[in-house]
């Protein structure tokens, strides 16, 4: 087939794609030329018409269209798919043409190209050159870019920025001269390959053809589109070694985001094999992002499962709704969600391959109840594998559950900022956390990351600065929260979560609901013990001569510090086990003389937390009250200075009102 001019090409796919008469003004209008030329060119199209058994039907005061065998246009629509069209007579020649190299070489390659250079290559005289360059500056200066240098970036534009600049005067570009680019998914974008890769270009087609394939998810014409143009000027950027600055946003946003972590993991293996591009940590996230904005969702459906994997997924499901008090064993998207990630994982687990999570010690802070429970569930994979979960792994399964968690349930999202930095903002965090209930999530943030982020999914702002925010409302309190302060943040908070399911412990549970759980053989205080192994093994030999635990509890507890950090910055540590090693539940409280290293932190508070499968339908209660209590340094030191165990019981259920 014979190529025809890139309007001759437009002018006969605006035809195939017709369902009725057209009149020519439709067409003349559609590609920005003449009824005559329109003529014209029907005239220059007849060969292929003919060639694929269809004609134009010309019908006074209807127009024109296009008539023959169904089949046939079909068939037609596809050669012209698959032509490079990329450089026709009527595109390479024009001054926006010349535009996106100059834009190219300058936001793509940072290379300087002189106007001789270019006068050269494009055959034009280098005043039309300065024409050129300067229409492509002034775009540029007002893009939103930082003010260019001799025709150069600075050294301080992110690279988000440099992307998304390029990207949105590309798509302006497509639509004039390649206007079916973003009208099929079957498009592989080859006229592109006069600017970028091929081989970029080839990888990115592949990628996002097997990742629908592979999650059962079909993605609209235009969002295959724009994700194909953005992973390519990603790739093409990266490989040339700029690397994405951190985003800095919001950790609620993050999680979402992050349940793509293993998706965009695999794509930076393949990518570093095929192309040698080197990701690191803010690429990663960066590339998460793309992928949740196009709707890519995590899945598989093209692999055969092991039935074992089915059972274990659904056990574990079963497990969280038991721990939860809520529904998500029913939650198909999470269940498809699990089973590509738990694949993958046993794997990894089974051959040594140590995966970090990024936001591992963020979802510890901020998720602390779901992280926990998440960890009890997973014992399900001890009993079916043999396996244990680290926490990054651990916290990756948080990931997923807290999003099908919080679509049960409005969760409201609530930001602390405060002038003086992180520390005045923990101070008020501390104050407040009591009387938070658990459906409200906190996250401190500083005032750039309130500038540079988008809030409307903000509840509410809890400042110690001067604040004017529209349509969000803002309290606004001293350093130190007062006591009628806390109440005000309180009464607000708990109407934020009025009538809806809460993630906490019911209200008739308080601190004296522990005193079931609690006896005088495991309470000690003031142990004059050094060292993490030994204070474990004090404690194990314990709980075993009160005959609470199987034999495989030490094995249990020693695994458990091997997989992660259980102390908190607050200075107490939380070793526990398996449920299945035990057989009654029993919580012990020791307090050491002097500080002890606990993996990250200093702790002088140990609390076991030893519970019983079957009591695992409220572990998500003793986990709320227990982190409640000893959620500050402030509450801890007062459970350490206790010098008797009716003290430190009183303390207890005080600290629980």
Same mark, same amino acid.
């Given at each position: ?10 002018? &006969? ?36 018409? +003919? ?12 127009? #024109? ?16 798919? %698959?032509? $490079? ?6 595109? +390479? ?42 229409? *492509? ?14 025709? /150069? ?49 080839? %990888?990115?087609?592949? !990628? ?5 394939? @592979? ?18 000027? !990603? ?7 700029? @690397? ?32 040698? /591009? ?9 590339? =998460? ?31 969280? $709704?038991? &721990? ?83 679509? +049960? ?8 900022? =405060? ?56 309290? @606004? +309190? ?12 309180? $009464? ?42 030994? *204070? ?7 709980? %075993? ?16 510090? *091997? ?8 200075? *107490? ?13 029993? &919580? ?37 009250? #227990? ?13 350490? %200075? =206790? ?7 009183? =303390? ?6």
């Amino acid at each position: 087939m014979n190529k025809l001019t890139l309007r001759e090409n437009e002018l &006969l796919y605006l035809l195939l794609s017709q369902k009725e008469y057209q009149a020519a003004k439709f067409f003349s209008e559609q590609l920005s030329v003449s009824n005559k030329t329109i003529y014209s060119d029907l005239e220059q199209i007849q060969h292929y018409l +003919v060639e694929n058994e269809l004609k134009i039907d010309r019908v006074p005061r209807k127009g #024109l269209y296009l008539i023959g065998p169904p089949e046939a246009k079909e068939r037609l629509k596809g050669v012209l798919q %698959q032509e $490079t069209i990329s450089v026709l007579e009527d595109e +390479v020649y024009s001054p926006a043409y010349r535009q996106l190299i100059m834009i190219s070489a300058i936001l793509l390659d940072e290379k300087k190209v002189t106007y001789d250079e270019y006068a050269e290559l494009f055959l034009v005289s280098k005043q039309s050159i300065k024409k050129d360059m300067d229409e *492509v500056l002034g775009y540029l200066r007002t893009s939103g870019l930082k003010e260019l240098t001799n025709r /150069c970036l600075s050294p301080l534009e992110k690279e988000t920025m440099i992307q998304k600049v390029y990207k949105k005067y590309l798509i302006s570009y497509n639509k004039k001269y390649h206007s079916h680019a973003g009208n099929t998914q079957n498009n592989d974008l080859t006229f592109l390959n006069e600017i970028f890769n091929q081989k970029i270009i080839d %990888q990115v087609n592949s !990628f996002i053809e097997k990742t629908m394939i @592979h999650t059962g998810k079909m993605l609209n014409d235009y969002f295959v589109y724009s994700l194909k143009l953005s992973l390519i000027i !990603f790739l093409t950027r990266l490989k040339a070694g700029h @690397h994405v600055e951190e985003q800095n946003e919001f950790v609620f946003k993050d999680l979402q985001k992050m349940q793509l972590y293993m998706v965009a993991l695999s794509f930076s293996e393949e990518m570093n094999q095929e192309l040698q /591009c080197i990701f690191y940590k803010n690429d990663l996230q960066y590339l =998460c992002s793309l992928l949740l904005a196009h709707g890519v969702v995590p899945g598989i459906s093209d692999m055969h499962i092991d039935e074992t994997i089915r059972k274990t997924t659904q056990t574990l499901m079963n497990e969280m $709704t038991h &721990l939860l008090d809520v529904k998500v064993d029913n939650d198909e998207q999470l269940y498809h969600a699990l089973i590509a990630h738990i694949m993958p994982m046993i794997h990894r687990l089974k051959n040594d391959i140590y995966v970090r999570n990024p936001l591992k010690d963020n979802i510890k802070e901020q998720y602390t109840t779901m992280f926990m429970l998440t960890q009890f569930a997973a014992t399900v994979f001890e009993k079916d594998y043999k396996l244990f979960l680290n926490e990054d792994e651990v916290s990756f399964l948080t990931i997923h559950f807290q999003i099908a968690f919080e679509k +049960v349930q409005s969760t409201k999202h609530v930001l602390i900022v =405060c002038g003086n930095g992180l520390a005045t903002s923990e101070l008020i965090y501390n104050r407040i956390k009591q009387n938070l209930p658990a459906s409200v999530i906190v996250e401190i943030a500083t005032e750039r990351q309130l500038k540079e982020n988008p809030i409307d999914d903000i509840d509410l702002i809890i400042a110690a600065i001067p604040l004017e925010i529209e349509d969000i409302p803002v309290l @606004h +309190v001293s350093a130190l929260p007062t006591a009628a302060e806390v109440s005000m943040i309180a $009464t607000y908070l708990s109407n934020l979560s009025e009538n809806e399911k809460t993630f906490t412990y019911s209200k008739e549970i308080n601190a004296g609901s522990l005193n079931p759980f609690i006896q005088q053989e495991l309470i000690f205080l003031n142990q004059h013990l050094e060292r993490k192994d030994e *204070v474990l093994h004090f404690l194990i030999e314990q709980y %075993q001569a009160l005959g609470l635990v199987n034999e495989f509890f030490e094995e249990s507890m020693f695994q458990r510090e *091997v997989l992660g950090n259980t102390s908190l910055t607050s200075g *107490v540590a939380l070793p526990h086990a398996a449920p299945e090693t035990i057989k009654e539940t029993k &919580l012990s409280f020791m307090t050491v003389q002097k500080p002890i290293m606990w993996g990250a932190n200093q702790i002088q508070l140990i609390i076991t937390l030893a519970i019983a499968e079957k009591d695992m339908g409220i572990a998500k209660d003793l986990v709320s009250i #227990l982190y409640d209590m000893i959620g500050s340094e402030e509450s801890v030191r007062k459970i350490v %200075q =206790c010098k008797t165990s009716k003290e430190l019981i009183n =303390c207890l259920e005080r600290r629980g009102r």
